[in-house]
């Protein structure tokens, strides 16, 4: 399994790598192409509506034909070729349509390598194979991702040679998709190898046999509720602390603190934790951990605070990610793992978030960092749901799944 294992570092590290170098300098590059502050909104919101689009449908087209690895590979391609359409698109127009196609070739690259990383290390030989530790490797790769654009613009003095960069990581990870091992071929149960010979199930009834496993509809709710919780950080945390007076270099090191525990609870405890309390109680301990965090930015912006509350981050997002991911190894059949990676990163994240992305706006207009309490109470309503999920992996047999 070392080399399996090699294979999907290579490909978590160049796909997370391209994206570190195109995410914080997209918007610049669109206003480089004449968008005004206006339609760069508009664009950025078009994107995230064809994402969600793109997403479940990809998990789909891959699960019909058992071709996952063909459409991640055709995916990356399209993405790559979209990425320098981004160069040629003048006015508004060409920017909406080249904006719209790039996301929907970008939206899946995100499910579609978990569906195939957590069915290798669901398959593993004595635990071999980790998903923690390709998903830590794409941490630390995107980081990477944001400091290599940071020299590359400085040094080009204009943000387009992001877009080459990201399209030549793109191809890259391309290509390392046919060096990944199939999947299939360890251990698996006849739940999962009887639809091998099953004739091919229709989209309603492939959605309708996800949807009607009541421990992933419950996730879906759980991991939504704590993953939207995140836009109101996302988008505003850095306006409220510069508001509170605090040094761009302060900032810069409260988010690295936070992606510095993301990569610790990836590599490193996210596996004692799902051992010692299964993935409904690390799905509680992220809700729980999010009323904190959340309940803290709140009431204060006192720089030791925020220095403490950081490493939150590790919970809230990553150890409930590799929960996710545990759950859906364990009561989601193989031949529909695309599908419910690519349903789970659409509903129970992006729609969810996107509804709250818009809503976050008018929160922050209106009422501040008070509007940190709503984010609060998103992971208390959390917190249920995942004691309900936990009797339903009971019901299932899935108490303490591991990756």
């Known amino acids: 399994m070392t080399r399996h294992l090699a294979a999907y570092l290579l490909l978590y590290g160049a796909l997370y790598c391209g994206w570190g170098v195109l995410s914080p300098f997209l918007p610049a590059v669109l206003a480089r192409q004449g968008a005004s502050p206006g339609e760069i909104g508009l664009l950025l919101a078009a994107g995230m509506v064809a994402r969600l689009a793109s997403i479940p449908a990809a998990g789909l087209v891959a699960d019909r034909h058992n071709a996952t690895r063909q459409v991640l590979a055709g995916l990356l391609a399209a993405a790559a070729m979209l990425g320098i359409g981004f160069v040629f698109a003048q006015g508004a127009g060409a920017l909406l349509l080249v904006t719209t196609l790039h996301a929907m070739a970008t939206g899946p690259l995100g499910p579609l390598p978990d569906a195939l990383a957590v069915t290798a290390a669901r398959e593993s030989v004595r635990r071999s194979f980790d998903y923690g530790w390709v998903r830590g490797a794409g941490a630390l790769s995107f980081v990477a991702g944001n400091v290599l654009a940071g020299l590359a613009v400085t040094e080009a003095g204009f943000p387009h040679i992001v877009l080459w960069i990201n399209a030549g990581l793109f191809a890259v990870t391309a290509g390392v998709v046919f060096l990944l091992p199939p999947t299939g071929g360890g251990h698996r149960s006849p739940r999962d190898r009887a639809p091998a010979t099953a004739p091919r199930t229709a989209i309603v009834a492939r959605l309708g046999a996800l949807l009607g496993l009541p421990s992933f509809r419950w996730l879906l709710i759980a991991a939504g509720l704590i993953s939207c919780s995140h836009a109101f950080y996302a988008g505003f945390a850095t306006l409220r602390w510069q508001a509170a007076g605090i040094a761009p270099g302060t900032i810069g090191l409260l988010w690295a603190i936070a992606v510095g525990s993301e990569v610790l609870v990836f590599l490193v405890i996210g596996r004692r934790l799902l051992t010692l309390l299964g993935p409904a109680g690390v799905t509680a301990l992220a809700a729980g951990a999010g009323v904190l965090r959340w309940t803290i930015m709140a009431v204060t912006t006192w720089q030791p605070a925020m220095m403490l509350v950081q490493p939150l981050h590790g919970l809230t997002f990553a150890a409930q990610h590799l929960a996710a991911m545990a759950i859906i190894a364990r009561v989601v059949p193989s031949h529909l793992a695309a599908t419910a990676q690519t349903l ?60």
């Open 344 to 403: 789970y990163a659409a509903l129970g994240v992006g729609a969810l978030s996107a509804a709250v992305t818009l809503a976050s706006g008018a929160l922050y207009e209106r009422y501040g960092g008070q509007g940190f309490w709503p984010m609060a109470v998103l992971c208390a309503a959390a917190i249920p749901a995942a004691f309900v999920l936990r009797t339903g992996l009971r019901r299932h047999g899935a108490t303490n799944p591991s990756l």
